[in-house]
């Protein structure tokens, strides 16, 4: 059974940091794409940062400078790296595993910012 199960959520202070991690199981991680994504209550879901298996990355253009996304195939686990928060980060962020057959969901960890 595949698991995906984010943590490293919590509240942190405009300007602070946080490391989320998502942690995966019955999947060879390697050889998928993963991505992070958030939801901000009322809004769509959208991406944040990507990275393929080969360590490509992408981020959308509100993140970019501020965050960093990086892999541990060994292990199967990856991270987001978020720095200078701002109060429009606020969201719920996920874990997705992108395959060429199946995608994978975690179910998410709370991020909230704000003094």
């Known amino acids: 059974q595949v698991q995906l199960v984010e943590s490293g959520g919590g509240l942190v202070q405009p300007g602070g940091s946080l490391r989320l991690s998502c942690a995966a199981s019955g999947i060879i991680l390697r050889i998928y794409t993963m991505g992070w994504y958030r939801q901000a209550p009322g809004k769509q879901r959208e991406l944040v940062a990507r990275?393929?298996?080969?360590?490509?990355?992408n981020y959308a253009d509100s993140v970019k400078g501020r965050f960093a996304i990086s892999r541990d195939d060994a292990k199967n686990t990856v991270d987001l790296q978020m720095n200078s928060l701002k109060p429009d980060d606020t969201a719920s962020y996920y874990c997705?595993?992108?395959?060429?057959?199946?995608?994978?969901w975690g179910k998410g960890t709370l991020v909230t910012v704000s003094s």
């Open positions: 990275i393929t298996s080969s360590g490509s990355t």
């Open positions: 997705k595993a992108e395959g060429t057959i199946s995608d994978y």
